[in-house]
């Protein structure tokens, strides 16, 4: 009966006001622009950029983007719709899996948790691959788990081989190899023991090889074997320099995945304090947690990304639940953490409006000519927009206090609940107005060529945003992908260029070029 709620608040969560905001450049837009130029061309099958095969993408979840287009049109809310279904699934999905391990309470609290830690719930309203990837693997380490709890074994690995294999279509085969990690961790963890049989993994491994070789298979029969050979030279390639990108979650896991993360350090130390008093934990929940545990710490240690957040929040849940249950008491310096981190988020809520009022204040402070246009953009701040990370940081002090009084359960759902309001704040209030000074001007100007039949090219920076808002259709000139030629060459049709101020005085004296507009750190030219 949980499930109807749980939907119905995640659909509230993930879906209105989708495409309130431009997607984000190139963070979004580049998987959008490959959905959208399979609509145009019809190939379905090799992934393309600017009408160019590109061999780094994969085309799960481009493949559900397209989709989208194709019901509600080319549109932002399209392109982000499939992350916010997946977050609802997601939810239903935990929701179901906890109620199984240990009853619906730890169901519920796994949920919730999720939906109420700041980047975990962020991410389902962005059009990243992360969502549906971190989903398939989930649900494929569960059912690999399950199959030493499962009369028909080899069901339950069949299952788990087609979500790795779905989950390598989503994210490339290193979704082989960190299941391996993780199913070695637990390994060694659990002292030689997996519950896994020879046959069944080979089963795993065995189906989810198949998904990408059957795409692999069709794209080289259909379009030529020489791009099902690119694919793989950028694969072997490629993998190497995966394990040491996106260093940048170490430096934001603490406060962005905010409370999940306070509630790990309190798990850590009730691993260390265990007594042989206590029950000992029923052998499916004992089993998962060690899964989820040997998951994180690979995630989090090899390859750093979104993928851990589902350990994460699973390790968080069951101890809020163990805390809500009377079977742990939540320390005073954990109680500390969590109001130290939670106010300074609520700081930087608060901060995020007052440099906007403030900010011919801050402009001296700026070196930065680029970043110096951003901010002098003339978007409308208010001071009383101050007050939604002031309220935050109330209820995060509330939450608190009744912690510390041991009211626990009307302490964590302040906690979780204010968490989860201040993450809509920040994504229909605050975000839009961030993105009117990063690139809305630059979106406008793309946009106003929608339809028309020219040349857009970015100079000294990456963008997709060119070719998603100017509807870019296939180039007929010969040399449209040289740079020299769209400057230099004769061309066929008008063209236009934009690039950052910091980069435009070459441009600026270019004899072919002339500047046809200014606007928040963005120069337009245009060919003479």
Known sequence: MRYLPIAIVAGLLFIPFLGSVHLLDPLETGSAEAAREMLASGNYFLVQLDFQPVYDQYPLFIWMQAGSMALLGVS??????????????????????GKRLAGPQLGVWWALVHAGSWLLQAGYRLGLADTIFNYLFLLSVYFAYRTGFYAKASRMAALSGICLGLAVLAKGPVAILLSLLTLLVYWVASKGKTGIRTGSLVLILF?????????????????????????????????????????????????????????????????????????PLPMELKGFRMWMWSLFWVV??????????????????????????????????????????????????????????????????????????????????????????????????????????RRYQGGLLCLFISTMAAVQVTLLQLLPKIEAHTQRAAVSFFR????????????????????FYGK????????????????????????????????SEPYRHHPNLEVVGEQNGFIFFRRK
């Open 448 to 467: 106003s060529f929608e339809g028309k039949d020219v040349y857009i090219k970015p100079l000294r920076y990456t963008t997709y945003a060119p070719l």
């Open 207 to 279: 189906i989810a090889c198949l998904p990408i070789t059957l795409w692999l298979c069709y794209t080289g029969y259909q379009y030529g074997w020489q791009h099902a050979g690119a694919f793989l030279r950028q694969q072997v390639t490629g993998l190497p320099g995966a394990w040491y990108a996106d260093t940048f979650y170490y430096w934001i896991w603490l406060p962005g995945c905010f409370p999940a993360s306070i509630f790990l350090f309190s798990y850590l130390q009730g691993r260390r304090k265990r007594s042989v008093y206590k029950s």
């Open 76 to 97: 932002e809310f399209a392109a982000r719709f499939p992350a916010a279904v997946t977050g609802i699934i997601t939810l239903l999905t935990l929701y179901g899996i």
């Open 300 to 405: 989090l240690l090899l390859w750093p990304s979104s993928l851990s957040f589902l350990p994460l929040s699973f390790l968080a849940a069951r101890q809020v639940y163990r805390i809500t249950d009377g079977r742990h008491v939540l320390p005073g310096w954990n109680i500390v953490l969590l109001l130290f981190t939670g106010i300074i988020l609520g700081m930087a809520m608060a901060a995020i409006p007052l440099a906007g009022v403030y900010r011919d204040t801050l402009l001296p402070y700026i070196t930065d000519r680029f970043l110096r246009a951003l901010v002098q953009a003339d978007v409308p701040w208010s001071i009383w927009e101050t007050a939604y990370g002031l309220l935050y940081i109330i209820l995060i002090v509330l939450s608190g206090v009744w912690l510390f009084r």
């Open 472 to 503: 870019k259709r296939p180039a007929a000139g010969s040399g449209y992908y040289r740079e020299t030629w769209l400057l230099n060459g004769r061309v066929d049709r008008p063209a236009y260029f934009v690039c950052r101020n910091k980069d």
